[in-house]
């Protein structure tokens, strides 16, 4: 019997893990709301324990059964909000098994919010990506595109056919290496409201890129890499190209062995008035940066100005990829962003010009901003960023407009987003409308969380604020497939994503580190358009494979990782305590490629190998993202030959870090994920 019993005891404590236990895979603030779902059990019991076992800190018993019948399963959640002691956890099922371990700490999305910002660094064209920023996922850069060609679609007098032109930096878009201005325009609008929402957190926050240390935030300085190219994308009559593109997609190879002439393609309505809103934003922003951004602010506002105007005089330009490739050749067939209502991209440029310039001509020319049916943004309806600016500049609105109703219909959308945490079985905002499911899911789910932060914003009420992180609790693994969507984030990540960058690391033969980090899946997507084998339902909320073929549901895109950073870091603005980053010192340190390190150690130390040609004096460190060091494991002379050091990891935030390797002869790195 006593055998018996300890042989129960101990098998509690080392449940199986299991992936029918779904929950944010990174972890809960101590006030927070703690929410887990699980898939096929009864009403059993629960315990939350301390990582690798010990006595259970909290126990209750499984809420009622529901089904989704956008997954199809039947579900029940916990809540075990109570536990606010800080600590890594696992949650217990009865009979079900144990969850993966994650932290209940201040400021636990920090890595995260970190990660989702640097990897538009990783998407930048035309420029070396040095270990020093990028670690194990350096590259030398791609698309220089200073040699662009005017396609005959966009030719006019002054720039005939095949005139070259001059448009680098900006980021790729996605998997794929075009540069869209429409995409880019709701991607950058949407990271520079972060900033006008959250000036203060924003400013301290660091990622460890080229321009870190200067004196504009890093997510500004990140931004600008893609305005400047947006600048470049203007005609000399203010129009603006629809984008910078190959005739069609590359293969997948990497930046620089992707080489195909580039084109700049038919300018547009859609194009012109969303470099219009973005510029006007982006010249609104410079003036606080007069002496870092000399000149900025003044060339970002004629260039909206000048794209207004035209806009105004070619209203209803549309571009229709089909019938621009039976009039004109080459043939162009890589993305098409084509959106033929514009009076949503007239609102936004309006709005934003109305705030930039303060001139009510840019309202009235609309007819008036509207007052209400404020939805989520998308690159096709992009009203809502506008009405964001002017919601984030309440205080300065005129009489003229009405920005207590717009406050309203935000408000009214955030109560439902708000009812969806009880009346949903996953207790989440995500699938409350059946279109929510579709291209690019992901994003849905983060835009339903930054409404819910400005409504939080508003107001102070912190229903939305927990509604706000039950939208990121979603993307991180509170979901139907039991992924964290984001790259490195988390422990059941995508491995595949559609992204030639990554794609083309594995094809490196010394190594490869997974894919570039902090990137968020397309995710869910009942269309499957792909035509992928290997989707495990057609279910709207299961409609995801972590495979390259399926960029349906696993490319990444700009568009798609904007509202993760506004909601991620956003989330960690609200809560911190201090205004600003836990750890915000800036740093990096430049290294070459070449050693192993045991991948994930769940607990303990990593085991970190390498070999000397010649003895000489060694550093073994472990940095985070911006190139900091948080653990040192060795500091001194080491003889030739082979070696292994013990690398703690312990009480370490989970999260992407980077091992560094300091020789007389030279450096490498390795990435090191952690989980919990
Ligand atoms: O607007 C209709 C809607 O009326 C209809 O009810 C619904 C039902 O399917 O479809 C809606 O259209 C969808 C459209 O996006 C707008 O949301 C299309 O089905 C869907 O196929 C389309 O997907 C777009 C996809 O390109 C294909 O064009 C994605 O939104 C867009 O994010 C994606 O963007 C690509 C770029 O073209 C190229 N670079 C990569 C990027 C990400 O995959
Ligand atoms: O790689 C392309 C991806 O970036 C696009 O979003 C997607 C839809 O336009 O198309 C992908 O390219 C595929 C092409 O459309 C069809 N052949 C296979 C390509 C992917 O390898």
Redo the contacts with the bound molecule.
């Keep these: 019997m006593r055998t018996l019993l300890l042989v129960l005891a101990l098998s509690a404590s080392v449940a199986a893990q299991t992936e029918a236990i779904r929950l944010n895979q990174v972890g809960f603030y101590p006030d927070g709301p703690k929410v887990a779902v699980v898939v096929g059990a009864g009403e059993v019991a629960v315990s939350i324990r301390p990582e690798g076992g010990g006595d259970a800190v909290w126990t209750g018993t499984l809420g009622p059964a529901r089904t989704w019948s956008a997954s199809g399963e039947t579900v029940r959640r916990v809540d075990f909000s109570d536990v606010t002691a800080p600590g890594t956890y696992v949650v217990e099922v009865d009979g079900v098994g144990a969850s993966y371990p994650f932290e209940v700490r201040e400021a636990v999305h920090e890595q995260a919010a970190r990660a989702a910002l640097k990897s538009f660094y990783f998407q930048r064209a035309s420029t070396d990506l040095p270990e020093a920023f990028a670690g194990p996922w350096a590259r030398v850069g791609g698309h220089p595109d200073t040699q662009v060609l005017v396609h005959a679609s966009a030719a006019t007098a002054e720039r005939p056919t095949g005139t070259v032109l001059s448009a680098p930096k900006g980021w790729y878009?996605?998997?794929?290496y075009?540069k869209?201005i429409v995409?880019s325009g709701i991607s950058v609008g949407t990271l520079l409201s972060l900033y006008e929402w959250e000036p203060g957190y924003v400013t301290a926050f660091e990622v460890g890129i080229p321009e870190s240390g200067d004196a504009v935030p890093d997510l500004i300085d990140e931004a600008l890499w893609n305005v400047r190219w947006m600048l470049a994308m203007q005609d000399t009559d203010g129009g603006v190209y629809h984008k910078l593109t190959t005739a069609n997609f590359e293969g997948e190879v990497a930046p620089d062995q992707a080489t195909a002439t580039r084109y700049v393609v038919q300018k547009g309505t859609a194009a012109t008035l969303d470099f219009a809103a973005t510029m006007a934003q982006a010249s609104r922003i410079a003036t606080d940066f007069p002496d870092a951004l000399p000149g900025l602010a003044d060339s970002l506002r004629t260039a909206a100005l000048d794209a207004w105007t035209w806009a105004r005089a070619n209203p209803s330009v549309r571009y229709d990829q089909g019938a621009l490739n039976a009039a004109f050749d080459p043939n162009i067939n890589?993305?098409?962003?084509g959106d033929g209502s514009f009076a949503d991209e007239f609102d936004w440029a309006a709005m934003e010009l109305y705030l930039t310039t303060g001139a009510d001509s840019f309202r009235t020319a609309v007819g008036g901003f509207p007052t209400g049916g404020v939805g989520l943004p998308?690159?096709?309806g992009v009203r809502e960023l506008g009405v964001h600016s002017l919601l984030a500049h309440r205080a300065d609105l005129g009489p003229e407009v009405n920005g207590a109703a717009l406050e309203q219909s935000l408000l009214a959308m955030a109560d439902r987003f708000v009812g969806a945490l009880s009346s949903t079985p996953y207790g989440v905002p995500m699938g409350i409308d059946s279109?929510n499911f579709?291209?690019?899911s992901n994003s849905v789910a983060a835009n339903q969380g930054v409404a819910l932060l400005i409504a939080h914003r508003l107001t102070g009420d912190r229903d939305y604020l927990d509604a706000a992180i039950a939208s990121l609790d979603y993307l991180l693994g509170r979901n139907a497939t039991g992924y964290s969507f984001v790259t490195g984030v988390g422990d059941k990540t995508p491995q595949n994503p559609?992204h030639r960058p990554s794609r083309a690391l594995t094809r490196n033969p010394r190594f490869y580190d997974g894919p570039i980090p902090g990137l968020i899946a397309?995710g869910p997507n009942p269309?499957q358009?792909d035509g992928c084998a290997g989707y495990p339902s057609s279910l709207p909320a299961r409609s995801y494979t972590d495979v390259w073929c399926s960029?349906?549901s696993n490319?990444v895109?700009i568009?798609w990782n904007a509202p993760l950073v506004h909601l991620a870091v956003g989330i960690e603005a609200a809560l911190s305590a201090t205004g600003g980053p836990v750890d915000a010192e800036p740093g990096a340190e430049a290294v070459d490629l070449g050693l192993s390190v045991s991948p994930n150690p769940a607990a303990g130390p990593a085991t970190v190998r390498f070999r000397l040609d010649e003895a000489g004096d060694v550093t073994v460190r472990l940095v985070d993202l911006l190139g900091r060091e948080v653990r040192r494991a060795h500091n001194g002379p080491l003889a030739a030959g082979p070696h292994t050091v013990a690398l703690a990891a312990a009480g370490l935030p989970a999260g992407v870090y980077v091992v560094h390797l300091g020789t007389p002869t030279g450096a490498a790195s390795r990435a090191l994920t952690l989980v919990r």
């Design positions: 878009d996605a998997g794929d075009n869209y995409n890589t993305g098409e962003y998308y690159w096709g279109w579709g291209w690019g559609h397309g269309g358009q960029y349906a490319e895109a568009n």
